[in-house]
């Protein structure tokens, strides 16, 4: 059973365009994370939100938590090439704090 | 420079020939964690060392085992990798395990297994 649901799976789209990547569970979570994956390489991290309601941005990157606490999303306005990537959302599950529980990930494709 | 370092980037092992993957950190970070992440699915967490305490997930094989000899070293060891043991190996640390500290990753290794 997969705790974190990410949607979409796959997304391809033409530069220019805006996006949304969605992060859905049933759980409460104390903090949620998202990392961006390249190839070959291990996630990185791109934002924390710990407050049901919070809205953070990163440059044209906007993340936010669920009032619930329950989910998140990122928006990307004007996507760029240099966005592709795998995106992976975590979770810190309230009564275990240390222990991220990751989506599996929108795997994002910005063409030229 | 990289942070948390993985070697190496890709192995290839026989089924059932023991195999080590190893991580170094130059961050003096107190948690290391190893985590698999199979083709197209999310990392899933196999073990964390809190300093020198090993913390082993409920529904990690016994076929998977961990030292941590130092601050900076952590080594996964795999006694007989079967072929669904092929995935990419990722190491990470944090400072603490609260809730909102940073994991820091490697690279990763992707180990097959022929």
């Known amino acids: 059973t997969q705790l974190l649901e990410q949607s979409p799976q796959f997304l391809s789209i033409q530069e220019g365009e805006n996006l949304t990547v969605y992060c859905n569970s049933s759980?409460?979570?104390?903090?949620l994370q998202w990392y961006r994956q390249e190839p070959g390489e291990g996630p990185v991290l791109l934002v924390t939100?710990?407050?049901?309601?919070e809205v953070k941005k990163l440059k044209r990157l906007t993340f936010q938590f669920g009032d619930a606490r329950k989910d998140s999303s990122l928006h990307i306005t004007a996507a760029q090439p240099g966005d592709t990537g795998l995106y992976l959302c975590a979770g810190a599950l309230v009564d275990s704090s240390y222990k991220l529980i990751f989506g599996s990930g929108t795997r994002l494709l910005v063409r030229p | 420079d990289a942070m948390v370092i993985q070697n190496p980037r890709y192995q290839v092992t026989q089924f059932g020939k023991p195999v080590t993957l190893s991580c170094s950190q130059t961050l003096n970070h107190n948690v290391m964690y190893w985590y698999q992440q199979k083709s197209s699915q999310a990392p899933k967490l196999l073990f964390h060392?809190?300093?020198?305490?090993?913390?082993n997930e409920a529904d990690t094989p016994d076929n998977f085992q961990s030292r941590r000899p130092n601050t900076s070293f952590c080594f996964l060891d795999i006694r007989s990798p079967g072929l669904g043991d092929a995935a990419m190996y990722l190491c990470?640390?944090?400072?603490?395990?609260?809730?909102?500290?940073?994991?820091?990753f490697g690279s990763g290794t992707q180990l097959s297994v022929l």
């Open positions: 990470a640390t944090s400072r603490r395990t609260t809730t909102n500290e940073k994991l820091f």
């Open positions: 060392y809190y300093d020198k305490d090993f913390n």
């Open positions: 759980s409460v979570f104390s903090s």
């Open positions: 939100v710990v407050t049901g309601g």
